[in-house]
């Protein structure tokens, strides 16, 4: 299998934004989606905006919700603090109370959100970009990321004069070191995790938080299910020691440190440890695909119902729901969209082919930690190795490419495409997405929203069926 690369925030707002370049600052170095701003540190991505879009976010989070507190995390970068300061006295300076929970993974503070009833969250995360990169994630107070519409309305704030406190309403700073515990115990509560299982296991687990925030949490979580670890990158201080997407070819490391210890599987985290990655106990990346079709493999089993994931997702999420007798609904790309039509059709598990595993038992965001407690229950209660497991499952090859975007609008292109390919299936929610379910084929072409280029995945049984795929997508865009 190739490694699997998804992006999985989607940024539709960039043309909006380059309106006001100029106008209230400079955001022509900086992507900004509806759930986030991103940039790198020093260049787009300064503390002045950081403070901006804060600001923006605490007063529209207290406007809509009428509370005052707004927690505030952050991942290990080494420009977090720095950040994470600009952002708390902005939060400060529109009057919200904002509660530190420190460095913790983004979805700590996601639950916090939810466990202190706070009118939102503010992640300070690149997420699994480099090094050179910093960002804010916007939660609403459900712990879920803002939505296109919650975004609209919080970007009028920011196009506005933002209300600020005056010396009497400025909001108060606390810090809470639990956030990373209560955390862990929502984990270890789903109804179907047999603790003592898993325990009597003693499972040999190699482990690689590339010196992100993960460091927090995972030591933590493996010993109490009685793991025996063997770690490299527990370190939380942001220096990544490769690069920090926990795709196959970016864990050399954890390949070999499993095969020298000969450890059950190895565990690789990005650095805000929303994503989990995992290598076999052969000693091999399995790419991030695997992730979720083992946690809804184990998932099924204890909770029928319908499993929910992104059209650039691998089919085989729809092999694995299909066994079970499950059915598999897709969403546009991005977590948030996911995680919005888990909610509307009450979903047992979703999440993303990037890694990233939503567990509504647990909350409606993509969680590693919760991610690595399902596949050590997968492998208890199965008795036998994870490259056994992996190989019933199966594989399929994908192809991927990038091409320049055409100028004109794509839509005719969809249309000359849908007829001409005669795919049985056909998804218009995002870009345009081709299925033969029959054959194991599909494939999706979908504009970036960040750069003048449109992504063509195709995934088949082997990779020369893929590569047609996509060559024949790419000929059907206009020049
Ligand atoms: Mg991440």
Same mark, same amino acid.
């Given at each position: 299998m190739h490694p699997i690369y998804i992006r999985h925030s989607t940024i539709r707002s960039i043309r909006v934004w380059q309106r006001y370049e100029g106008s209230?600052?400079?955001?022509?170095n900086l992507m900004v989606s509806v759930s986030g701003v991103r940039g790198r540190v020093g260049e787009g991505l300064t503390p002045e905006v950081i403070a901006r879009f804060a600001a923006a976010f605490g007063a529209f989070s207290v406007r809509e919700t009428g509370r005052r507190r707004v927690v505030i995390g952050r991942d290990s970068r080494v420009s977090g603090p720095m950040f994470l300061r600009a952002a708390t006295a902005a939060l400060q300076s529109v009057g919200a109370d904002v509660v530190d929970v420190g460095v913790v993974p983004t979805p700590t503070v996601q639950l916090a959100v939810e466990d202190l009833e706070a009118a939102g969250g503010l992640a300070v995360t690149a997420s699994h970009?480099?090094?050179e990169w910093n960002a804010l994630k916007f939660i609403g107070p459900d712990g879920m990321f803002l939505d296109a519409e919650q975004g609209q309305r919080m970007r009028s704030l920011l196009e506005s004069e933002i209300p600020r406190a005056d010396w009497r309403a400025l909001g108060s700073y606390s810090t809470d070191d639990e956030a990373v515990e209560r955390h862990l115990e929502r984990i270890l509560a789903?109804?179907? %995790?047999?603790v003592e299982r898993i325990r009597a296991r003693r499972f040999r687990v190699a482990l690689d938080?590339?010196? @992100?925030? @993960?460091g927090t949490i995972f030591p933590a979580l493996l010993d109490r299910l009685g793991c025996v670890l063997e770690a490299?990158? %527990?370190?939380?201080? @942001? %220096?990544?020691?490769?690069?920090?997407?926990?795709v196959a070819a970016n864990l050399g490391d954890l390949e070999r440190l499993v095969r020298n210890v000969g450890a059950d599987v190895g565990l690789a985290t990005d650095p805000d440890v929303d994503r989990l990655s995992l290598v076999g106990n052969g000693g091999r990346a399995l790419g991030e695909d695997y992730t979720l079709a083992l946690a809804t493999r184990l998932v099924l089993r204890h909770r029928p119902g319908t499993v929910v994931t992104n059209l650039?997702?691998?089919r085989l999420l729809d092999d694995v729901a299909h066994a079970s007798g499950a059915r598999l609904d897709r969403a546009p790309v991005g977590e948030i969209n996911v995680a919005r039509r888990m909610q509307e059709l009450d979903a047992t598990i979703g999440g993303e082919g990037n890694g990233g595993v939503i567990l509504p038992d647990v909350h409606l965001a993509r969680d590693a930690p919760v991610a690595a407690a399902l596949v050590l229950q997968l492998l208890a209660e199965e008795g036998r190795s994870i490259d056994a497991i992996v190989s019933e499952i199966g594989g399929y090859e994908i192809v991927k490419e990038k091409v320049p975007r055409p100028s004109g609008s794509l839509d005719a292109a969809y249309d000359l495409l849908a007829e001409r390919l005669g795919a049985p299936e056909i998804d218009r929610q995002d870009g345009l997405r081709l299925a033969w379910p029959e054959e194991g084929r599909w494939a999706h072409l979908r504009p970036s929203g960040t750069e003048p280029i449109v992504r063509i995945i195709a995934e088949a049984p082997n990779a020369e069926q893929a590569s047609r795929l996509v060559a024949a997508l790419r000929e059907a865009l206009p020049a």
């Open positions: 209230v600052f400079d955001t022509s970009n480099p090094i789903i109804p179907f %995790l047999d938080c590339v010196r @992100g925030a @993960g490299i990158n %527990l370190e939380t201080d @942001g %220096l990544f020691p490769r690069e920090p997407e926990p650039s997702t691998s």
